[in-house]
Nanobody
Framework: EVQLVESGGGLVQAGGSLRLSCAGSGFTFDEYNIGWFRQAPGKEREGISCISKTNGFTFYSDSVKGRFTVSSDNAKTTVYLQMNSLKPEDTAVYYC????????????????????WGNGTLVTVSS
């Protein structure tokens, strides 16, 4: 059974940090790219980061660039999202998703291209 499980969310004050984890199982984790998305109440789901398993290429949206860092540990079949300098506008449910780069070659995360989704973890940033 394919599984993607996010963890690490919680409540943090503005300026603080959190590290999210995305643990995958049931598929060839080291052959799939991983994207990170977030969805705030009343907002559309936003692709904020991705990491390519092929060459290590990473992408960040303008809203998180310079503050968030994505990394992968294939031995643990886990991808991480280190979030620093958090702002209240970062409050959202954060999701990871896996997608096959052989069919969607662009690392940049878009909703329609994702093959597998986790259930999300809530991040709340207080001011």
């Amino acid at each position: 059974e394919v599984q993607l499980v996010e963890s690490g969310g919680g409540l943090v004050q503005a300026g603080g940090s959190l590290r999210l984890s995305c643990a995958g199982s049931g598929f060839t984790f080291d052959e799939y790219n991983i994207g990170w998305f977030r969805q705030a109440p009343g907002k559309e789901r936003e692709g904020i980061s991705c990491i390519s398993k092929t060459n290590g290429f990473t992408f960040y949206s303008d809203s998180v660039k310079g503050r968030f860092t994505v990394s992968s540990d294939n031995a643990k079949t886990t991808v991480y999202l280190q979030m620093n300098s958090l702002k209240p506008e970062d409050t959202a449910v954060y999701y990871c998703a896996a997608y096959d780069p052989n069919y969607y070659t662009d690392c940049r995360p878009v909703y329609f291209a994702m093959d597998y989704w986790g259930n999300g973890t809530l991040v709340t940033v207080s001011s």
